[in-house]
């Protein structure tokens, strides 16, 4: 069982930077695959970055790209995602999830297994 909380989102002007961080519980963070996703009202839950329990590799959606860095410290059952360059088109809620799963950098929500409660993030134009 992993519990994980969000912090860090907030409003921010456009150009600006953020870092979300998600504190893990549970014994098995440094065996799981850890992700962020985004949530607008009225619409589906987007992947935005994803990296695997030993940090070797990491997944990004291509609009976030150049702009996010996903990282993680084990020793403290922590990950995050830096935001820089923001635009009004990543204001959502954000996300964190863990995967069991880490033979594969998974993409989709219904892979993840565990979800924190979420996080705003709102940058204005």
């Known amino acids: 069982q992993v519990q994980l909380v969000e912090s860090g989102g907030g409003l921010v002007q456009a150009g600006g930077s953020l870092r979300l961080s998600c504190a893990a519980s549970g014994r098995t963070f440094s065996a799981s695959v850890m992700g962020w996703f985004r949530q607008t009202p009225g619409k589906e839950r987007d992947f935005v970055a994803a990296i695997r329990w030993s940090a070797s590799s990491a997944a990004y959606a291509d609009s976030v790209k150049g702009r996010f860095t996903i990282s993680r410290d084990n020793a403290k059952n922590t990950v995050y995602l830096q935001m820089n360059s923001l635009k009004p088109e990543d204001t959502a809620v954000y996300y964190c999830?863990?995967?069991?799963?880490?033979?594969?950098?998974?993409?989709?929500?219904?892979?993840?297994?565990?979800w924190g409660q979420g996080t705003q993030v709102t940058v204005s134009s």
């Open positions: 999830a863990a995967d069991r799963d880490v033979r594969v950098v998974h993409t989709t929500p219904s892979e993840f297994d565990y």
